[in-house]
């Protein structure tokens, strides 16, 4: 971690590198991750059996690749009734804040014109729930809830399972969240599998949720042939603090982010260099008593910055500019700085609104954009999971109307055939 204060001569240069963070470098796997996904292509499940075997270190045979309601009823045998509740409010919370979402058809008519939106719900989505370093069941209800509440007619999930075994936590969290298959595959291999489809996976039209590299990489890949959410970079909050902040709050909400890997970024923007100085005593008192702290250690001594500036104004510069995932406003009156915002992925308002709110229960959705991408972008949705069809229709009478016009824009591109297609009606409209 490091203070580094608006006079210093490397403010800028430091600034420059957050504002400009680059996104994972996904070209050092390309080889790799379109031979995986060529072998999915061309064998299916078989391929997805010897690249479980091979990556994930466990036999699995066809029949068990999908999740059985027995291994759902036995997932609940080791989630306590009380992990039980939180997920069900939180799913409740969640599905809650997505129903303002939902998105109608509509049309209008003028003048002999009929015009519209037609606004349906894709019809199946893949979920992607990553194994690993922990257990992610918040990643299943934010990916799945919305898609449920857009009206997807089946939700198919996939996750790596650890010798066999998929995370109880995240059994439940499917069954809570309505998802309607779980898959016990990850990797490139899981992506390939529900872009291609198998004889046991079906075939989706968008995938979304998470993943390491060769996940990333594996979605840009097979974006176009499905769609995806994004191709997210590592996690990062930034906290604009004014005097009003206090030290130990700004501190546990930057090592909340620290903890999730490595190249976490968690940043500070204050106008107060004492607040500054508070928070770096408070960040090594409190590392101590936490369990990641490898992973945690290492995220602030690369990517922490601790920005002192000399106003709340430039500040919130400065936070545009770098366009977080998660931007905390730890000011006196958040609601008037928040008005100033234009980019960040979720705002988090005042003292006691923390990011691990967002992360688990508030409601909105904790898939973000991040390495500045807020800047065009948006959190995922229920308009992630429909899709809008226009229509159209004219009456005779407006066809003859609009026809003089219709033939000088296409004159102008030179398409003939396209003025002949209005030009044949119209004379029939006219003969009749």
């Known amino acids: 971690m490091k203070i580094i204060k608006h006079s210093d001569l490397d403010f800028e240069s430091n600034l420059r590198a957050v504002v400009g963070r680059a996104d994972l470098d996904l070209v050092v796997h390309d080889a790799t991750v379109r031979e995986i996904l060529k072998q999915i292509k061309e064998s299916g499940d078989s391929a997805l059996l010897e690249y479980t075997r091979r990556f994930d270190q466990y036999e699995l045979s066809a029949e068990k690749i999908r999740v059985t309601r027995g291994e759902i009823d036995e997932a609940h045998n080791h989630v306590s009734d009380e992990e039980v509740d939180a997920l069900r409010q939180a799913a409740k919370n969640i599905r809650e804040f997505h129903e303002h979402q939902d998105q109608q058809s509509w049309e209008y008519e003028k003048n002999g014109v009929l015009l519209g939106q037609s606004v349906r719900p894709l019809e199946i989505a893949g979920i992607y729930v990553p194994g690993g370093k922990a257990s992610y069941p918040s990643s299943v209800l934010m990916n799945a809830i919305p898609a449920k509440v857009a009206g997807v007619e089946k939700v198919v999930m996939c996750s790596p399972a650890s010798k066999g075994q998929c995370s109880p936590h995240v059994l439940v969290a499917a069954e809570i969240a309505g998802v309607d298959s779980i898959f016990k595959v990850g990797g490139a291999q899981a992506i390939g599998a529900m872009a291609y489809g198998t004889d046991t996976i079906p075939k989706v039209d968008k995938i979304v949720g998470p993943g390491n590299i060769f996940v990333a990489l594996a979605k840009r890949m097979v974006f176009g042939l499905v769609d995806i959410d994004m191709i997210a970079g590592p996690s990062e909050i930034l906290i604009v603090a004014d005097g009003s902040a206090r030290a130990d709050f700004i501190a546990a909400d930057l090592l909340s982010q620290a903890e999730h890997d490595e190249q976490a970024v968690p940043i500070l923007v ?93 409601g909105p959705n904790h898939v973000l954009p991040t390495s500045g991408t807020a800047r065009f972008s948006s959190p995922l949705g229920v308009y992630d999971f429909v899709k809008r069809t226009s229509i159209m229709s004219y009456s005779p009478e407006a066809l003859e109307k609009a026809a003089p016009l219709i033939r000088v824009l296409a004159g102008m591109e030179h398409l003939d055939a396209h003025a002949n297609a209005v030009e044949l009606r119209t004379k029939k409209i006219i003969n009749d």
Do not use: W
Request: aromatic share 6%; glycine share 4%; with cysteine.
């Open 270 to 362: 204050t106008c107060s260099e004492k607040l500054a100085q508070d928070v770096v005593k408070e960040l090594e008192k409190q590392v101590s008593r936490l369990n990641r702290q490898k992973i945690i250690k290492k995220s602030l001594s690369d990517q922490c910055r601790l920005f002192v500036v000399e106003s709340l104004e430039k500040a919130i510069k400065i936070a545009n500019d770098i366009a977080p995932e998660h931007l905390e406003l730890a000011v006196k009156e958040p609601r008037a700085c928040a008005e100033q915002i234009k980019n960040a992925g979720a705002i988090f308002l005042g003292h006691y609104t923390p990011e691990a709110v967002g992360d688990y229960f508030a």
